[in-house]
């Protein structure tokens, strides 16, 4: 199956479809994919294709592919996007010599460490279908810590994804495409020798590349792993992947991340999803500023948009947790975004008082009610958050807000309660119980005098 010329493209109501039908198709298609990562990978992947191979000169021109299909289909490179290619298949390698063996449904994982098993039971899939394959390799190279981290500089590790949802496939796709003096702001060496357009698939990763070399092409499906696929009746049913240690130096620009400047090092870096949940990094994904860079397709958006925001929770080269979700924001967003900054911060300060609270209770259970006053907490304030984002109205923002304020402060102490509910039958533990509701109580309403 190649990538540019066969069907691979699951739309819903169709079936599946090729890039040149969608590309040149006045068709309203939306994908269909069965699981949210592996959309939001398909998806990617298509703005990857698109961008690289058909990368418009300027504005003008990408407008016009914004507003009309395609007159003519004509892609480069087509023999690199084949995944059964004789010499250099599509984000694998023909022979990787001697090494485990694994079962195809880990590939589909996207194991996090040896012992993440996040989306599935081991035996769940025998086999992938060469479009599942195709999107998987891509999730994994893009996403998985496994094969994203150890690389060091411009490469290092899964960074979070931001991108602009439009209804219409096709629109969505221009819609995230840059045009080429776009891209030159962030790859200056862009369509000069120096950069380095070949695939990691046809061309290995080798030690030491310089990040600014890496060309859009190499870098948007920078495949680190060497991996070969093993086949049975032409289905892929298990893979070889030995540990390569190559390495690279500086930092390559990925045109689909929001980036950070880390204080100590002064180091530019792909925003990252730890251990927080998603809400807690919204403003920097909104928010330009020093040492914080919106993707370009997002910054350059206007009037209402739904952010579409993926990518994995790691830590320690496991997958802790995924986000792949749709974040609406009200024309105006771009003007305020010191304001969602501030909501993000008072959500937390409930947050810290209340898990604060937690702990001084439970301080011998190992803090376990106080994670999961923090969990829970996080949980609710999550849709507070995105459901306000729908309906604000950015000349009341400040009545908005107030009434924010009152919904988290009326969760923390409604968390505290659920928490420590299991406990209010100890006689040695309700005194301490009642005794820090009041003070979280008092806290709470501390802050809001400050706030």
Not at 232 to 237: C, I, L, N, R, T
Request: hydrophobic share 40%; net charge neutral; proline share 6%.
């Amino acid at each position: 199956m190649n990538l540019l010329i066969d069907p691979w493209i699951p739309v819903e109501n169709e079936g599946q479809i090729t890039l040149e039908e969608l590309l040149t198709s006045t068709n309203i298609y939306q994908l269909a994919v069965d699981r949210n990562d592996m959309e939001f990978a398909a998806l990617t992947m298509l703005i990857s294709l698109v961008q690289a191979l058909f990368t418009p000169a300027d504005d003008v021109a990408l407008q016009d592919l914004r507003t009309h299909p395609m007159n003519a289909y004509d892609p480069p490179h087509v023999e690199w996007f084949d995944l059964s290619h004789p010499l250099h298949p599509f984000m694998q390698q023909v022979s990787v010599g001697k090494a485990p063996v694994n079962p195809i449904q880990k590939l589909v994982m996207l194991p996090g460490g040896s012992e993440s098993t996040l989306f599935g039971k081991t035996g769940e899939r025998e086999y992938l279908t060469d479009a599942e394959l195709a999107i998987a390799l891509f999730c994994n190279a893009v996403f998985a810590p496994n094969f994203t981290s150890n690389v060091g500089g411009p490469l290092d590790g899964p960074g979070v994804h931001t991108l602009v949802h439009n209804n219409c496939l096709r629109r969505m796709v221009w819609d995230n495409v840059l045009h080429q003096g776009e891209i030159l702001e962030f790859l200056p060496t862009y369509g000069t020798p120096a950069c380095m357009e070949t695939p990691t698939w046809v061309e290995k990763t080798v030690d030491q590349t310089v990040g600014a070399d890496i060309g859009l092409l190499r870098g948007l499906f920078y495949q680190r792993i060497h991996i070969e696929i093993e086949r049975v009746d032409g289905y892929a049913v298990a893979y070889k992947a030995p540990r390569v240690a190559a390495k690279t130096k500086g930092y390559w620009i990925h045109p689909h991340c929001p980036r950070r400047q880390y204080k100590q090092s002064k180091d530019w870096g792909k925003i990252r999803l730890g251990e927080k949940a998603s809400w807690q990094y919204l403003h920097e994904f909104v928010l330009r500023g020093e040492g914080n860079i919106l993707a370009p397709a997002v910054e350059r958006a206007t009037g209402s948009i739904q952010l579409l925001v993926g990518g994995f929770h790691v830590k320690d080269a496991k997958i802790l947790d995924t986000t792949f979700i749709t974040v609406p924001l009200k024309a105006g967003w771009q003007n305020r975004q010191i304001e969602i900054a501030d909501i993000v911060a008072l959500a937390l300060s409930r947050q810290s008082l209340l898990t604060k609270a937690a702990k001084n209770i439970f301080s011998r259970l190992a803090n376990k009610p106080a994670l999961k006053a923090e969990k829970i907490y996080s949980r609710k304030v999550e849709g507070i958050i995105y459901r306000g984002f729908k309906s604000v109205q950015w000349d009341e923002v400040e009545e908005w807000t107030g009434k924010l304020r009152e919904q988290f402060n009326k969760l923390s102490l409604e968390v505290f309660d659920e928490v420590t509910k299991p406990h209010m039958n100890e006689p040695r533990r309700m005194k301490d119980i009642l005794a820090e509701r009041q003070k979280l109580n008092k806290n709470i309403y501390q802050v809001v005098k400050r706030q």
